[in-house]
């Protein structure tokens, strides 16, 4: 463990020194031209993704090496941000089969989630859930899929999220969760809702994101107000002023492969009747592709789509009753 720990910060160190000072990634072609809020620490935001999708962490696939080094340095960045382990520790691990009988995590494969919260300052016992899967493809034919955009970008949104409501309490407790095993049919994100579940969590909200950062057009998806129409007026509010083309959509049945609403982890919550919001951009040509890095990423499109995530998020922490009444039914 003190090895991994060690590659990890030597990880770090080593790219925090360029990460401000790249100028190959893609610009800000497609961005708003609309002041900043400036919420969001950009140069950390940026150097996240960059060692998240750096070659040492081999594309994070579940249960390798490099997703252990993955969740050694987001365990550190859950630190950094001030956040509280959910249970005794962050790390929540989940079987990846299930099997007859009672068998021993050591028996099986396991995925691991790591889990973290901020008590909220009004209702402490009402739960939002932000979630972003931090495993990949990990290597294929000797390539390796470093997932900059998927989701390498989610995960470092998500703790610029837990490093602001650290700094500014929310109303209610906010949980963040990085996830394991979405590419292996959501695993990680039913693991996590049974077990919040089991502990009696009151859980009235899921934010998920995945691929945040890789739009040429500017454009930042919100799924979920089709299942919970209460939540369309509040991101109207804040699509009308968001540096981003914040749209609406992508949740509709009839939509068939355009309906995303169970293609990401949201559908473990939606499953369980548990409203969600779902951040993401449409697929694009570095999808699931070894081209996927920070060098393909648009770096002025992902800063203002952070910034655009926390304010809705902010938004839905202060107008958290009225949309958590009733759920719409399909």
């Given at each position: 463990?003190?090895?991994?720990?060690?590659?990890?910060?030597?990880?770090?160190?080593?790219?925090?020194?360029?990460?401000?000072?790249?100028?190959?990634?893609?610009?800000?072609?497609?961005?708003?031209?609309?002041?900043?809020?400036?919420?969001?620490?950009?140069?950390?935001?940026?150097?996240?993704?960059?060692?998240?999708?750096?070659?040492?962490?081999?594309?994070?696939?579940?249960?390798?090496?490099?997703?252990?080094?993955?969740?050694?340095?987001?365990?550190?960045?859950?630190?950094?941000?001030?956040?509280?382990?959910?249970?005794?520790?962050?790390?929540?691990?989940?079987?990846?089969?299930?099997?007859?009988?009672?068998?021993?995590?050591?028996?099986?494969?396991?995925?691991?989630?790591?889990?973290?919260?901020?008590?909220?300052?009004?209702?402490?016992?009402?739960?939002?859930v932000v979630t972003a899967h931090y495993d990949h493809l990990g290597v294929k034919r000797g390539?390796?899929?470093?997932?900059?955009?998927?989701?390498?970008?989610?995960?470092?949104?998500?703790?610029?999220?837990?490093?602001?409501?650290?700094?500014?309490?929310?109303?209610?407790?906010?949980?963040?969760?990085?996830?394991?095993?979405?590419?292996?049919?959501?695993?990680?994100?039913?693991?996590?809702?049974?077990?919040?579940?089991?502990?009696?969590?009151?859980?009235?909200?899921?934010?998920?994101?995945?691929?945040?950062?890789?739009?040429?057009?500017?454009?930042?998806?919100?799924?979920?107000?089709?299942?919970?129409?209460?939540?369309?007026?509040?991101?109207?509010?804040?699509?009308?002023?968001?540096?981003?083309?914040?749209?609406?959509?992508?949740?509709?049945?009839?939509?068939?492969?355009?309906?995303?609403?169970?293609?990401?982890?949201?559908?473990?919550?939606?499953?369980?009747?548990?409203?969600?919001?779902?951040?993401?951009?449409?697929?694009?040509?570095?999808?699931?592709?070894?081209?996927?890095?920070?060098?393909?990423?648009?770096?002025?499109?992902?800063?203002?789509?952070?910034?655009?995530?926390?304010?809705?998020?902010?938004?839905?922490?202060?107008?958290?009753?009225?949309?958590?009444?009733?759920?719409?039914?399909?």
């Amino acid at each position: 463990m003190k090895k991994l720990l060690l590659a990890v910060a030597l990880l770090a160190s080593g790219i925090a020194a360029s990460a401000v000072q790249d100028s190959s990634r893609k610009d800000d072609k497609g961005a708003s031209a609309r002041p900043s809020s400036k919420v969001v620490n950009a140069e950390q935001l940026l150097e996240d993704v960059r060692i998240l999708s750096a070659d040492a962490m081999e594309g994070r696939a579940t249960g390798t090496p490099g997703a252990a080094m993955a969740r050694a340095f987001i365990k550190k960045r859950f630190g950094d941000a001030g956040l509280s382990p959910l249970g005794a520790s962050f790390e929540s691990a989940f079987r990846l089969s299930i099997g007859k009988g009672e068998k021993s995590l050591k028996d099986e494969p396991t995925g691991v989630n790591l889990v973290g919260y901020v008590p909220g300052k009004s209702h402490p016992a009402r739960f939002i859930v932000v979630t972003a899967h931090y495993d990949h493809l990990g290597v294929k034919r000797g390539q390796i899929y470093n997932g900059a955009d998927d989701n390498a970008s989610g995960v470092a949104a998500l703790l610029q999220l837990a490093a602001h409501f650290n700094r500014e309490r929310p109303n209610n407790s906010i949980i963040f969760a990085a996830l394991d095993a979405e590419e292996i049919n959501l695993v990680g994100a039913f693991a996590l809702v049974a077990q919040l579940k089991a502990e009696k969590r009151d859980l009235v909200l899921n934010v998920n994101l995945d691929m945040v950062s890789h739009s040429d057009r500017g454009e930042l998806y919100a799924a979920g107000s089709h299942h919970t129409p209460k939540l369309r007026p509040l991101l109207e509010q804040v699509a009308a002023r968001a540096p981003v083309k914040l749209l609406i959509g992508h949740d509709r049945p009839e939509q068939a492969q355009d309906d995303w609403t169970k293609q990401s982890d949201q559908y473990a919550f939606h499953g369980a009747g548990i409203p969600f919001v779902y951040f993401g951009v449409e697929n694009h040509k570095d999808y699931h592709k070894p081209s996927d890095d920070i060098e393909t990423i648009t770096t002025g499109f992902f800063v203002h789509a952070a910034e655009t995530i926390l304010d809705v998020v902010k938004t839905l922490d202060a107008n958290l009753q009225p949309i958590s009444n009733k759920k719409r039914s399909d």
